[in-house]
């Protein structure tokens, strides 16, 4: 005896085959368009120290969120740094003393290269420099974004309380301590204590 299907049942049948296909297509097949670079990526600069010894070098990441499938991204950073009167620092690759790092760092990330890439900048070896990065990036052809400016110094500043026995241009937890001793002993005063410790909080 055969059975007639009724058009409820060829219509149930008719969307349980368009699901299935649409099931194959997203996880066997998987189209480009579903994975494209849509233009809500971003990258974000991390880890910059706040104070590096001069002429020393130092790593920054940087992280891709909100990506997926294939995508690329053209990076441009640059680091600027001035010395004390606000005069900028120049490259000098002809001094062994001084700032031999790349001012400016230009780079890909691919997809497959995965979602963090680290570079490394050098400071300038100057003492108490003042340095900027700005930069941008852009996903394939879409919008160019910019990075938050960030700052970060060189050591090296005179420190008021002259408590910076390594000459380093911070005074240190040990150095402080040191202080604190002098002054429960009587050897140092509550001012050059608490200068020593307005030093110490302000990484001098």
Known sequence: MKIKMNKQGKQ???IIGILVVIILVVLVIKPDFLFAITGNERIARQ????????GSSFQVTYTVTGASGNWGASIVDALNCY????TLLPIDLSDPNGWKGAVIQKFVMISDGGTTAIKTFNAPNTMG???TFTGNYQFGNKSV????????QTKGKQCASGVDTNSNGIVERTELSTSISG???GSVTRDKLGQAIMDWANLC
């Open 12 to 14: 149930d049948n008719l």
């Open 47 to 54: 880890n910059i120290p706040s104070l590096v010894d001069p």
């Open 83 to 86: 010395d004390s009167s606000g």
């Open 129 to 131: 420099a003042s340095c």
């Open 145 to 152: 974004l910019s990075f938050s400016t960030q700052t970060m």
């Open 183 to 185: 002054w429960v002993a």
